[in-house]
């Protein structure tokens, strides 16, 4: 069983910054590839980011390009979302994802198996 574990989520005001870590318990980390989604109360699981590693290629949702930055560590076993510029609407429950394989989708949820509790981001205005 693969099993990720997310932290750094927070209290913060509008234009603050949070950096989220996902640690990976798998030894084969270096075989997966990694997603970040959110989740607002009744609202549905939305695309963030994502960390092609195979390819070198990395993915971000419109509402969050140029603010956040995705990255990994791999002698860590962790995987890290900067936030930066945070909005009011950026306030959501935080999922680090895992995928093994490095298929063209990978802002679909839908193409992850193993996924995090998730950390609580609030934003104040």
Known sequence: QVQLVESG???VQAGGSLRLSCTVSKRTFISYNMGWFRQA????REFVAAFRW???NTYYADSVKG???ISR???KNAVYLQMNSLKPEDTAVYYCAARLGGGPQMRSEYEYSYWGQ???VTVSS
């Open 9 to 11: 989520g927070g209290l």
């Open 41 to 44: 109360p009744g609202k549905e």
């Open 54 to 56: 195979s390819a070198g």
């Open 67 to 69: 603010r956040f930055t």
């Open 73 to 75: 560590d791999n002698t």
């Open 118 to 120: 998730g950390t609580q």
